[in-house]
């Protein structure tokens, strides 16, 4: 860990954040840890000669790793142990995904009126927020809104603002007054809670941050001291503040309406806004002379203007929008030029974007008009020559590979529309979140295996998630198509369980063959095959969310195949290509995620580039979800360490994937620049595709050996008992499941 920084005092702070890490997970802990770093000048080997055990990955330059094990007497972790913990962390963090319900429908409002507060007290928030890596980012206009937002709590002596364990949705600054952290590991069982830290406003403290993005238990207590006041800011005004960045969904709208912009991204087309310049006319004011070329694409905005020009000019393919859709040719062809009224959103001068230049071409206002324009030196600067984009990006939607299988092959249809969740016997556990579980089930009387989807309907009750398993379920169904998704065979349901029937034997999730990290090989294959993955999602308009080593899995040939769709969404055509809501497994968010400012498919890309690192070096590029607050932060700076021992081609792939501005991420401009990355030279994407590239030995050798020894682990009985049977199978949400 020391040989990554250059700079001790770095290395001792990594130290500390990773000793408080290690020091919550056990139960009989040292009071206190010193360390010494040393900086020695001039050391270029290390030395070796130590006999080191044959399961201990070596990964120079990174020195052995030792670690205590938390008794009196410590003993050395080799690299196995602690990626086998590791793992484990990674686990369990499924259990804490992140999801938000920003996406109700509802459009907020600032509060009104404002929250009081004096000069003294803004200057203090602005103070502590002015450095803090989710508020960096804000426009000023933002920050006025958020101080606005923030609003006064007075608490008394000994009272708990928030309490470890329990869920919280307030950011607090502390205005005045002195707090106390408190944690414990086992607090039933008679343990004290111990101090950990103390906040006050001298210190300019602040702390639930984490809140601000998504639901997590607590780890630690906040108490006061003494009487204070702190300066609250709740997840939905925070998310409301983020989400009002991106009122120019008009202008999105308008600027797709242009057919030469069609082709163009969401993102892309977010910067062009950006670009774009109001200008106001006043009744009969010329906007374009007629001796003079127009500057560039006009969408009016409100308004109408009127239009002359030549018969010469709508030759021009790009130019055919001048006419009016009414207008036939009868009635335009011997006319030498035409007037044709434009009103709110209409548009022209898109052919200046193509390079062409264009004469005798005349627009006046006709009352007041506002009209946005884009010259085409700032669409260059966003998206470069209109003339030269690729036409790969206009190919029909979709993979049409269709898996054969022997059970299809085997089931007849009446069979299907027959089964039953008591015709399948469950045999073992593969994955499983807060609500549903993945498995693998054999019909019984018969030696047919299948994968099963099951849902918790007592859970999706208590969690409230009928509409995120109904869309699950038809996003599965809608993927038939694609090769990386299985096949849904049918959907069934008891009394206690809603169940989807895929047409795949699942082995395990990629992070269940990861105790030691892959070959550059294996890694290729895997990470093509979701590059392929994301292809056919994307092309079908759905932003996965879900690249993550716990959320892919292998089904038993060695194929990645892709079973979890909670955090997937449906894009529309039109506006929904951006989102604001913040989910997907927290060490793979990308940072447009954490900091809340609406995500698209580029998202996937960063996420795919985390999993790369994870695949090769076995741990995640910016820390585990355990240690949040760095993580995220790492996040959104782009923090990144990537190893020597990594292949120039796969540090150059993983950085540009790893880009923080998503407009220069690896994939933002189509999956053709990952593709053609020099890393994936020697892939037949076409094979992948298809399923005909042959899978490394060592992926189906890991395989092997995980189901000969982890084959008959979490057997479960299909069946348990409910109380609250009829209520759970009420028809709004089970319906024609």
């Known amino acids: 860990m020391v040989a990554k920084y250059k700079d001790p005092r770095d290395a001792c702070a990594a130290i500390v954040a990773e000793s408080y890490r290690l020091w919550l997970q056990y139960e009989t802990r040292t009071d206190d840890i010193t360390v010494i770093v040393v900086q020695v000048n001039g050391l270029t080997n290390v030395a070796v000669g130590q006999s080191i055990s044959s399961d201990v990955v070596l990964r120079p330059p990174l020195p052995q790793v030792v670690e205590l094990s938390g008794s009196e007497s410590p003993s050395v972790m080799n690299w196995n142990s602690r990626i086998q913990r590791a793992r484990q962390d990674i686990s369990r963090a499924r259990l804490r995904a992140i999801e938000s319900s920003l996406e109700n429908g509802q459009i907020w409002v600032p509060p009104s009126p404002a929250h009081r507060k004096t000069w003294e007290e803004e200057a203090q928030i602005e103070r502590v927020l002015h450095d803090h890596f989710l508020f960096r980012k804000l426009t000023d206009s933002q920050c006025q809104v958020l101080l606005d937002c923030m609003q006064r709590v007075e608490v008394q002596v000994g009272d708990i603002v928030v309490k470890q364990g329990g869920e919280c949705d307030s950011f607090y600054v502390v205005g005045s007054g002195e707090f106390e952290v408190l944690a414990t590991q086992d607090e039933i069982n008679g343990e004290a809670p111990r101090v950990l830290q103390h906040y006050t406003a001298d210190k300019l403290s602040s702390f639930g941050e984490l809140a601000l993005m998504y639901n997590k238990p607590l780890q630690a207590s906040v108490r006061a001291v003494t009487n204070g006041i702190l300066w609250e800011l709740k997840r939905e005004d925070f998310r409301g503040i983020l989400v009002s960045e991106f009122s120019n969904l008009s202008s999105l709208k308008l600027l797709r309406s242009v057919d030469l912009l069609s082709r163009l991204t969401i993102l892309q087309l977010s910067h062009i806004a950006d670009m774009v310049s109001e200008v106001p006319f006043s009744d009969g004011q010329t906007i374009v002379n007629e001796k003079q070329e127009p500057l560039g694409l006009y969408i009016i905005q409100k308004g109408v203007v009127k239009i002359t020009f030549d018969m010469d000019l709508v030759k021009s393919e790009n130019a055919s929008s001048l006419l009016c859709e009414n207008q036939k040719q009868d009635d335009i062809q011997n006319k030498k030029s035409i007037t044709v009224e434009k009103s709110e959103g209409s548009y022209f001068g898109e052919w200046t974007l193509l390079g062409e230049h264009v004469a005798s071409l005349s627009v006046i206002a006709v009352g007041d008009v506002v009209c946005a324009i884009l010259t085409k030196e700032k669409f260059d600067s966003v998206v470069g020559p209109l003339a030269k984009l690729s036409q790969d990006d206009l190919r029909a939607k979709g993979h049409q590979t269709i898996l054969s299988s022997e059970s299809v092959q085997s089931f007849d249809t009446l069979t299907l529309e027959r089964l039953q969740l008591a015709d399948l016997e469950w045999k073992t556990c593969l994955y499983s979140t807060d609500c549903s579980e993945i498995g693998l089930v054999r019909l019984r009387d018969s030696d047919k295996m299948f994968s099963l989807k099951r849902f918790s309907k007592q859970k999706i009750k208590m969690l409230g998630k009928e509409a995120q398993v109904l869309n699950e379920k038809n996003l599965l169904k809608q993927m038939n198509t694609v090769a990386s998704v299985p096949q849904v065979l049918c959907t069934c349901a ?244």
């Open 494 to 737: 008891d009394e206690i369980h809603a169940g989807i029937v895929l047409d795949t034997c699942l082995a395990c999730s990629v992070v269940a063959i990861l105790n030691n990290p892959l070959d550059e090989e294996s890694t290729r294959f895997c990470a093509a095959s979701v590059v392929i993955a994301l292809e056919d999602l994307h092309n079908n308009g759905i932003l996965y969310r879900g690249v993550s080593p716990d959320v892919l899995m292998f089904d038993q040939t060695g194929h990645i195949q892709l079973v979890e769709f909670r955090f997937a969404k449906k894009i529309s055509s039109e506006l929904d290509e951006r989102t604001f809501t913040i989910c997907g497994m927290a060490d793979s968010l990308a940072p447009e995620i954490v900091q809340g400012k609406g995500h698209g498919f580029a998202a996937d890309w960063w996420a795919l580039g985390t999993l790369i690192y994870f695949m090769l070096q076995g741990e995640m590029p910016f820390g585990s979800w355990r240690e949040s607050e760095l993580t995220f932060a790492r996040i959104a700076k782009g923090q990144l360490t990537l190893p020597h021992i990594f292949s120039p081609e796969a540090v150059d792939l993983i950085t540009k994937l790893l880009q923080v501005d998503e407009k220069l991420r690896l994939g933002s401009q189509g999956v053709d620049s990952i593709k053609s990355h020099p890393w994936f030279l020697d892939v037949d994407w076409k094979a992948i595709a298809d399923h005909r590239s042959p899978v490394p030995a060592e992926i189906l050798s890991r395989i092997s050996q995980r189901l000969e020894n982890h084959g008959d682990e979490n057997i479960a009985s299909l069946h348990s008992p409910n109380r609250d049977m009829e209520e759970l199978n009420t028809p709004e949400w089970l319906q024609d499941w």
